[in-house]
């Protein structure tokens, strides 16, 4: 589907209508298909990014819709149902939201934004506490697994977990 | 717009207040052409900027729409101001001819593009424009929207369709 706007500007859209949703960006040095080989490989790249996350498995795709099984690191488990195409990514469960997108940048590189965080239990509403934080570390690991050799990102996951 | 694309996008709205973002992001892609066509014809090169930050304002200030059976009549409203703010907003950095020079007589080439005679339109021309004869609203529902007197919208309408006239006749 063509879109008047780009997918950047989509997540800051939604995120508009999401009250205690912020909203991270940055710019990275690689092109838009390395970007998104990391943040749209939801059983891979996805999961070595965002902070919380141990173990992502997808259970169901049809077209750009997606149903996944998410573990995070404190135990916790979500089905997750969204939609996920290049460039773009919304999953919602009970309990979170997670919005990803990525447009190329006109002065060279890709712009990424994050977006998401715990869900108030069935509201379009994030609880706000630590919401940025989080998603500044999932841009700082996205930014070093873009632009890190391959065997450092092993290296990182091993740490973590 | 047919009825059953219409009562989809009230039934996005209602779920989408209600809590559901799934509801919220196929409401998105379910607007945006819509917003787009109200603001490409006012804003025209900045049509792209208006779009987004109509589309912004319409979801940030979503909750508060009250009945969502007035979603499209509500979304209109914003995506006109938004248009007519950022085409405002672009004009006073790019000063724009004045409607009294155009279109002359004699002037074919200029005389016979549309698009050249919608740009030398001031952005509040080509909102009554865009809302008399693309939207299809009476006089006093356009004046309502965009908070001026009907006589005014009257005027403004008058003056943007003869310069169309004069264009084609040219």
């Known amino acids: ?14 995120a508009a209508a999401v009250p205690g949703a ?3 960006e940055r ?41 996944v099984l998410a573990s995070s690191r ?17 999953l919602q469960s009970r309990f979170l939201i997670i ?24 509201r379009a509403a994030i609880v706000p506490l630590g919401t940025r934080r989080e998603l500044e570390r999932a841009a700082v690991r996205l930014e070093a697994l873009v632009t890190s050799p391959p065997g450092v990102h092993t290296e990182s996951k091993r740490g973590r977990s | 717009m047919s009825t ?18 799934l509801a ?15 603001c490409e014809p006012i804003a025209l090169a900045d049509g792209p900027d208006a779009t987004q930050e109509a589309l912004v304002a319409v979801f940030t200030s979503l909750r508060t729409l009250k009945d969502p059976q007035a979603l499209y009549g509500w979304v209109r409203a914003i995506a006109v101001r938004e248009a007519v703010r950022v ?11 004045e409607l009294a020079d155009v279109p002359q007589p004699g002037d074919p080439q200029l005389a016979a593009d549309i698009a050249d005679v919608l740009a030398r339109l001031s952005p509040d021309h080509r909102a009554v424009l865009v809302l008399r004869d693309v939207e299809g609203l009476d006089e006093d529902a356009a004046a309502a929207l965009l908070a001026i007197p009907p006589g005014t919208a009257k005027s403004r309408l008058s003056r943007a369709r003869s310069s169309f006239r004069k264009a084609w006749s040219a």
């Open chain 2, 24 to 38: 919220l992001h196929d409401l998105l892609d379910h607007l945006t052409p819509y917003v787009a066509r109200v």
């Open chain 2, 87 to 97: 085409a405002r907003r672009a004009a006073r950095a790019r000063p724009a001819t």
């Open chain 1, 27 to 67: 710019v990275l040095p690689a092109p838009l298909e390395a970007v998104w080989a990391v943040m749209g490989d939801l059983e891979g790249g996805f999961g070595d990014f965002q902070p919380d996350m141990r173990r992502v498995r997808v259970l169901r795709v049809s077209g750009d819709r997606v149903e």
């Open chain 1, 74 to 90: 404190h135990g916790f488990r979500a089905r997750l149902r969204g939609h996920l195409q290049p460039g773009w990514c919304w």
């Open chain 1, 99 to 122: 919005g990803m997108a990525a447009a190329p940048e006109p002065g060279g590189g890709t712009r990424v934004a994050l977006t998401g965080g715990v869900r108030i239990p069935a």
């Open chain 2, 4 to 21: 059953e694309r219409r009562e989809r996008g009230v039934a996005l709205a209602r779920a989408a207040r209600a809590g559901n973002t």
């Open chain 1, 22 to 24: 912020r909203v991270v």
């Open chain 1, 1 to 14: 589907m063509m879109y008047a706007v780009d997918a950047v500007t989509r997540l800051r859209i939604m």
